[in-house]
């Protein structure tokens, strides 16, 4: 597994494929199309270092494609995962691609692109979106999220305010608390039709 873009070209040049190009290529077309960047044209990163030219406000952040992130588990998820086998209840789960980038940046920084930006190498952009990384993302696609949920009906529990519940009914008339979790970009539903859980997501985010 690479840890940057350069050793990802690297591993094109040595095995003879482009495997790894195309994928940069598709993840840069998907994070453009969701306005993550805006160009700023009124001068280049060194004008900018040098005081020469001015974006009042804004500091300079190091912005860089990350190629793994290991997530660990919680207990959460496997007394979720009891509660559904003792009450009969389905699971499905899902992961929201490209998840900060379906929230506004609340930060005011730019930086230098990188070679995965292609012919745009070197220009200042501009973040617009709450990219991976950042210190206000977490919040800022905690705050959306929870806000999903809400509107969906559901209460955060007491023991873990990533875990979701809301009152339903099975069809033999059996009351239940359906269940969703949240981590990060991993979302769990727990309910006798957790498709459509699944459903609602899948509209609301990519």
């Known amino acids: 597994m690479p840890k940057t873009v350069a050793e990802a070209y690297e591993i094109d040049h040595i095995t003879g494929t482009n495997n790894w190009t195309l ?42 494609m990350v190629f793994d992130i290991k997530m660990d588990g919680k207990d959460s998820v496997r007394i979720a995962l009891l509660y559904a086998a003792l009450n009969d209840l389905e699971v499905l789960s899902c992961g929201v691609t490209n998840v900060y980038l379906n929230v506004d940046c609340h930060e005011k920084i730019w930086f230098q692109a990188r070679p995965e930006f292609g012919e745009d190498e070197g220009l200042v952009m501009i973040i617009k979106k709450a990219l991976y990384g950042l210190k206000s993302s977490g919040a800022s696609w905690r705050n959306v ?38 981590y990060v970009y991993d979302i769990m539903s727990i309910s006798q039709i957790p498709q459509k859980t699944m459903d609602m997501i899948g509209k609301l985010y990519d």
Not at 163 to 179: F, Q
Request: hydrophobic residues 30%; proline residues 2%.
């Open 145 to 182: 999220i929870s806000q999903t949920m809400l509107d969906a009906g559901y209460e955060n529990t007491y023991a873990d305010p990533d875990v979701w519940r809301r009152r339903a009914v099975k069809d033999d008339g059996t009351h239940y608390y359906e269940l969703i979790l949240v």
């Open 23 to 64: 994928a940069i290529e598709k993840e840069m077309r998907k994070i453009r199309e969701l306005g993550a960047f805006e160009k700023w044209n009124k001068g280049t990163s060194e004008d900018l270092r040098s005081g020469k030219a001015k974006m009042p406000g804004y500091e300079e952040i190091g912005c860089h």
